[in-house]
């Protein structure tokens, strides 16, 4: 089902440990105010497990692009329009290596 409505379809094969990482998002997710920091190495399959998971828990995905220039000020701004956007429960992403600053991080 998620194949068919997204753009790139996920082609993952979920073996045990994937799947216990998933049940663990998803249910963060369906907390209220829920939220998580999944830590991994590059290319394990974070970013699709995430995506999987907030589709499952009916959240909307929304993936921070930094780019040089990126601070916090800007973070809040993009922030601000998207929250003012939807109405639905969102997930919010990026990755370490578009991670400009610790500071945006802490």
Known sequence: M????????????????ALDHLTRIHRVLRMPQGHCLVVGVGGSGKASLIRLAAYTAECGVYEIMLARG????????DLKVRLQVTTTPTTTTTTATETATTGLVS
Do not use: G
């Open 2 to 17: 998620y194949n068919e409505s997204h753009i790139p379809p996920l082609n993952m094969v979920l073996f045990d440990f």
């Open 70 to 77: 990126y601070n916090e000020a800007t973070f809040r701004e």
